[in-house]
């Protein structure tokens, strides 16, 4: 079990074109000031429990592996922006029956953000679908 405090500052600074208008129409909406895209601070605090009894770090034959947590940002903790985003990691290694020499591993993690309180998540905290590591659709 442990618990987790984070700080962060972010000056984002949209790159001109269609990029800056996409950003200045949707306003961060819910964070005030002149330009709410400037001055975003997050401050968050994340208890999470983790249990582990994979046998290898790198190449493991047999185990299982679960973390959960659950991250709350709010102005509560000195920040602007109010998120929640549980998220779920599983991992299990077994040997397949048939041969011992081949291992059977499953991953499956899932996350959400949402925003609370009329204010939405910060658009560089979003999760997008695609890349290295997801599942686009099959």
Known sequence: ????????RFPHRPWPGLRHQYFTYINFQGVNGPNSLVGIKTSSITPS???NTVNHPISPTGGKSLFISTQFAGSV???????????????VFQAEPAARS????FHFMGSML?????KVAPPFARTFIGGEQDIRGF
Do not use: E, W
């Open 114 to 118: 949402t925003g609370y309180g009329g």
């Open 102 to 105: 081949h291992i059977l591993a």
């Open 77 to 91: 903790l000195g920040g602007n922006v109010n998120t929640i985003r549980p998220t779920i990691d599983r991992q």
């Open 49 to 51: 429990y983790s249990y």
């Open 1 to 8: 079990m442990g618990i987790t405090y984070g700080l962060r």
